[in-house]
């Protein structure tokens, strides 16, 4: 390319790499390389589950073999089942917690303890996670010890606490930017505080509790650690149970299982990106 | 705070009323997140206190009696005939493997994250949110399964084994699984998105007019990238080395699936004691160390940023 021509003064100006002021060399190289590395193990996870070979190493043919037998599999219909449940239920529990905590840490002239508010919202985030599950499973083994009462509630209370700050996130995020304006103009109108809160804020704040509650989902479905500590016997969530597999060794099945999982987080990451791209 | 206390005696009572009324909705409001995170967050911690300063039971559980073995277990290998206490390096050999690969995870994260980071602030508006898109999505799905899938490809009959047995590089698959090799890059793969993700962020609104300005002044690209882009990415880096540091130091999933029993971490031996080691106050007692080094790398983190925003704003 070293040809007289490019050497000419006035190619100096166009805008090729010799004088793009942001290239630095094997940046985008390194970029497209985390890619790659990012969902290389995906693809070959993905692409496997629909091997009709047992192998998870050679490719033979195309076949929905492995998603027709894990569809059939008990214990992977009961793990399903049991962390659709309490993903569900955790989710709601926080969204409701966190929506209702944003509406008074947001927007409103900052209060004596406010900001310690705040930091315990955020308390599951500062911990390690093997820390709260080592907590939480010596806490409620005391409680399970002196009330006797057992059940998955333990279960989906342990998952509530950590769901909150995730559900807060975002719903405090569309609160903020929120106009006030709308507010007070309804409460010109006459429109009493609930009244104004149901009508006009809580339906221009649903993005944001839809945002907020999707995460808390995804973050209580995709659980191990503290799932791992807490749940008693017969409460096996899926990642517990692919878990539980993969000790035992690599089968296609739980290629076909992860696979399903991975798709649902990525349809729910979507929509949230969606939705907060709506925003701006 | 005198200006509101002298604000409230200039109220009327209506005012007051509405206020108080205000006060009384706020803490309605804020009541079951705060008392549902305390109670299940914050008083199991002080639980885990009180158990590490106690015996085990034979079952698990604990037994009533004060001690400090837990502690000192840490440190010293009782005899099992007498009792006699010798030093052991034991746990402290994963403690030290744990801050080691926890470090390596922390600093491969960087070499690839602040490059990616850098793309993709200088792409155009529309490509950034599709990098960042792609960036985000590995964050959000389970790690569990992404550890698995890097297991299928790390294995003995894995791709890279395969690939390189049948290009004829190597005769015997190497033994790449069950290595500290695979953990820390385990850890790398699971936390790369925590270092991109704050990194961009501090970079997204970067004038390149300054590089322009280096450039100008006769800089080459490594000292506009050494002198102006990185102190400009620093609180960035600063973020995303403490959020890669602090899971990996507490990993559980990923040495469990691609390390084996040589490189255990402490997130492996503490699930251990509440396991078959059937030790909860030792189990307590790391979890309570994990802790204690987690928070002082936060504290040095949020000290030496707070310094930084100091000097900058003074």
Not at chain 1, 266 to 274: A, R
């Amino acid at each position: 390319m070293a040809n007289v021509k490019a050497l000419s003064p006035m190619n100096v100006f166009k805008k090729d790499k010799a004088v793009d002021l942001k290239y630095q060399p094997g940046f985008s190289q390194i970029a497209w390389l985390c890619l790659i590395v990012l969902y290389a193990p995906i693809v070959v996870l993905v692409m496997f589950s629909f091997n009709a070979n047992r192998s998870v190493t050679t490719w033979t043919e195309f076949s929905w073999n492995w998603y027709i037998k894990a569809w059939h599999n008990e214990g992977i219909q009961s793990a399903a089942i049991m962390s659709f449940e309490v993903a569900t239920i955790s989710a709601l529990l926080a969204t409701i917690m966190a929506t209702m905590a944003a509406l008074v840490t947001t927007r409103i002239t900052p209060y004596k303890g406010m900001s310690s508010a705040i930091t315990i919202i955020n308390q599951p985030l500062m911990v390690p996670e093997i820390v709260t599950a080592v907590a939480t499973l010596v806490f409620f083994a005391a409680i399970r010890k002196i009330t006797g009462v057992t059940g998955i509630g333990y279960l989906i209370a342990a998952h509530t606490c950590f769901c909150i700050p995730f559900a807060y996130m975002p719903i405090k995020a569309r609160l903020e930017g929120m106009n006030l304006n709308l507010e007070h103009a309804a409460a010109d109108l006459y429109a009493s505080p609930i009244q104004a809160f149901r009508r006009v804020t809580l339906p221009l704040l649903m993005p944001g509790i839809v945002s907020g509650a999707m995460l808390a989902f995804i973050v209580s479905i995709d659980d191990v650690v503290i799932s791992l500590f807490v749940a008693g016997p017969g409460e096996t969530t899926l990642p517990l149970f692919i878990l539980g597999q993969i000790r035992r060794g690599v089968t296609p099945e739980v290629n076909a299982v992860a696979t399903v999982f991975l798709i649902i987080s990525v349809i729910l990451v979507t929509f949230i990106f969606l939705f907060g791209k709506n925003k701006k | 705070m005198t200006d509101l206390t002298l604000n409230s005696t200039h109220l009327s009572s209506g005012a007051q009323m509405h206020q108080r009324r205000e006060k009384k909705v706020r803490r309605l409001l804020l009541a079951p997140s705060l008392l549902t995170i305390l109670i299940i967050g914050v008083l199991p911690l002080s639980v885990v206190l009180i158990y590490s300063f106690l015996e085990p039971g034979s079952y698990g559980g604990v037994k009533w009696h004060f001690s400090v073995d837990a502690y000192v277990q840490l440190l010293f290998e009782a005899d099992i005939f007498d009792g006699t206490l010798s030093f052991t390096t034991a746990y402290l050999e994963i403690f030290w493997r744990s801050i080691s690969l926890a470090i390596m995870a922390t600093v491969g994260c960087l070499l690839v994250g602040f490059p990616t980071a850098y793309f993709i602030a200088t792409q155009p508006p529309e490509r950034r949110n599709i990098w960042l898109f792609l960036i985000t999505i590995p964050f959000w799905t389970n790690l569990l399964i992404r550890t698995y899938a890097m297991l299928l490809i790390l294995r003995d009959e894995g791709v890279i084994n395969i690939g390189l047995q049948n290009i004829g590089v190597i005769d015997q698959a190497l033994p790449l699984l069950y290595t500290e090799f695979a953990v820390s890059l385990g850890l790398i793969y699971s936390f790369l998105p925590f270092m991109v993700l704050p990194i961009y962020s501090s970079m997204e609104k970067f004038d390149f007019r300054l590089v322009e300005a280096g450039f100008d002044l006769y800089a080459t690209r490594l000292k506009v990238l050494w002198r102006i882009i990185v102190p400009i990415a620093k609180p960035g880096i600063a973020a995303g080395c403490i959020l890669v540091f602090i899971p990996s130091l507490g990993a559980y999933i990923t040495p469990e699936v691609l390390g084996g029993g040589k490189s255990m971490m402490i997130g492996n031996l503490i699930h251990a004691q509440f396991g078959g080691a059937r030790n909860w106050p030792f189990g307590a007692a790391i979890a309570l160390i994990l802790m204690a080094v987690v928070l002082v790398s936060l504290w040095v983190y949020m000290r030496r940023t707070g310094e930084e925003g100091g000097l900058s704003h003074g």
